[in-house]
Nanobody, 128 residues
Framework: VQLQAFGGGLVQAGDSLTLSCAPA????????MAWFRQAPGKERTFVSG????????FTQDSVKGRFAISRNNAINTVYLRIRSLEPDDTAVYYC??????????????????????WGQGTLVTVSS
């Protein structure tokens, strides 16, 4: 199943942005969905994740307070709201989905190998 990520673009430092992710097949459901990001020349890293009901979220400490993940199950879409954007937030943002019920382990939820499904990524460029 392909995930489709939207919402990236060129923004100014201090701006806010909301990224969206939805499966190409609306019937698709996952146990856990997450956002990763990959800055130029760096590895892809976990940013934030959310359970299927939306009742539990996890966000990396480095972006906590500025990044917020949410979902609308009526339209099967996961969002990443980013506020107070900084140039260091420049990256390709990927959404990912896992069918595994092991997200309570931090090592599992931050591991790229734990996710079977990925979107194509959406580029966020933050100018200073």
């Amino acid at each position: 199943v392909q995930l489709q990520a939207f919402g990236g673009g060129l923004v100014q430092a201090g701006d806010s942005l909301t990224l969206s992710c939805a499966p190409a097949e609306q019937s698709f459901s996952a146990i856990f969905m997450a956002w990763f990001r990959q800055a130029p020349g760096k590895e892809r890293t976990f940013v934030s994740g959310i359970t299927s009901t939306g009742g539990t979220t996890f966000t990396q400490d480095s972006v906590k307070g500025r990044f917020a993940i949410s979902r609308n199950n009526a339209i099967n879409t996961v969002y990443l709201r980013i506020r107070s954007l900084e140039p260091d937030d420049t990256a390709v943002y990927y959404c990912a989905a896992s069918s595994r019920r092991n997200y309570l382990s931090r090592l599992n939820r931050i591991s790229r190998e734990n996710y079977e499904y990925w979107g194509q990524g959406t580029l966020v460029t933050v100018s200073s």
